[in-house]
C-alpha cells in the first residue's frame, strides 16, 4: 500500500541504519521501526474494534445504528485506518491477514492488544450486558458459521492481495477497496456468523465478557479463508509487468499508470 508514495518505511529505515551505522540492540534502527508498527497496528485495531464493536452495542442497547449502519461502521473504519497508517505498518489490524502476508512472504501479535483494550473500553463506557454482547457467536450451527468465515475471509484476503501488494492496482484506492470489502461481507455473512474475519474483532469482546461459544470458529474460518485467498491470488500473480504493458489502453493509463 506504500508504493508510489513516496519513500516507504522500509527505505526510511534503511535510510535510518545507514545514517546511524551499527548501535546497541536498543537504539537500533530496527527496533525503532518494529516499535512504530506495533503502535501503529494497536492503535489500528483499537479504533476499528471500538467503532465496529462499538456500533453493534449501541445498535443492541439503543437501536439506533441499524443493520446497515453496522456494516457502514466496519467498512468505514477499516477504509479510514488503512490510510491513516498503513504506510506506516501495513494496515492489517487482524492477525489472519498478518499470518497470510507471512506465508506468502509480505510481512511477519500485535492486533490482540488493542482489540482486549477497545473491548474493555466499550464494555465500561456503555455498562454493556449479556445481550448486548458485541463480540461474535454462530446464528445457526458452528459448521454454517465456519463455511461463512472462511469465504468472507477468502474475498477479504483476495481483494487485499490485489490492491495492495500487486504493482499493477491502484493502489491509492487500496482503502476504499478494502473497506468496501468488509461492507458487503458483513451485509452477507453479518446475519450467519457475525462477519468475523478477525480472530481479534473475536477474542477481544469474548476475553472482556467471558463469552467463549463457538469462539474456536472465528479463529479456524479466518486463518483458513485468508491463506487460501491470498494463495488463489498469487495464482492468478502471473506477471510483475506494468499495467501498461498488460493492458496497451492509453486511455486506460491516462488515470492509473504509476511508478512500478
Known amino acids: 500500500m506504500e508504493e508510489g508514495i513516496g519513500p516507504t518505511h522500509d527505505q526510511l529505515r534503511n535510510s535510518f541504519d545507514d545514517d546511524q551505522g551499527s548501535t546497541s540492540f536498543c537504539a537500533s534502527a530496527n527496533v525503532v521501526f ?11 485495531t483499537y479504533f476499528l474494534i471500538f467503532i465496529g464493536c462499538g456500533s453493534v452495542a449501541v445498535n443492541k442497547i439503543y437501536g439506533s445504528v441499524t443493520f446497515p449502519g453496522v ?17 506506516i505498518s501495513g494496515g492489517h489490524f487482524n492477525p489472519a491477514v498478518t499470518v497470510a502476508f507471512a506465508i506468502f512472504r509480505h510481512f511477519p501479535c500485535k492486533e490482540f492488544l488493542g482489540s482486549i ?5 466499550l464494555y465500561l ?23 461463512m468465515e472462511f469465504i468472507a475471509s477468502f474475498l477479504l484476503m483476495f481483494v487485499i ?15 476504499i477497496a478494502i473497506g468496501m470489502t ?28 467471558h463469552e467463549y461459544e463457538g469462539l474456536w470458529v472465528y479463529v479456524v474460518g479466518p486463518h483458513l479463508g485468508t491463506i487460501a485467498g491470498g494463495f488463489a491470488y498469487n495464482l492468478i500473480r502471473f506477471t510483475d509487468k506494468p499495467l501498461r504493458e498488460v493492458t496497451k489502453s492509453p486511455a486506460f493509463l491516462k488515470n492509473t499508470s504509476r511508478s512500478s
Open 34 to 44: 518494529l516499535t512504530q508498527k506495533v503502535i501503529a497496528e494497536a492503535i489500528g
Open 71 to 87: 456494516c457502514a461502521a466496519w467498512g468505514l473504519t477499516v477504509m479510514v485506518m488503512v490510510y491513516a497508517v498503513g504506510h
Open 117 to 121: 483494550l477497545a473491548s474493555g473500553t
Open 125 to 147: 463506557l456503555l455498562d454493556v450486558e449479556k445481550e448486548a454482547y458485541f463480540g461474535t457467536v454462530p446464528v445457526g450451527s458452528n459448521m454454517q458459521s465456519l463455511v
Open 161 to 175: 492481495s490485489g490492491v495492495a501488494t500487486d504493482n499493477r492496482a491502484i493502489g491509492e484506492l487500496a482503502g
Open 182 to 209: 468488509i461492507f458487503i461481507d458483513v451485509l452477507v455473512a453479518g446475519p450467519v456468523s457475525g462477519a468475523s474475519m478477525n480472530p481479534a474483532r473475536s477474542i477481544g469482546p469474548a476475553i472482556i465478557m
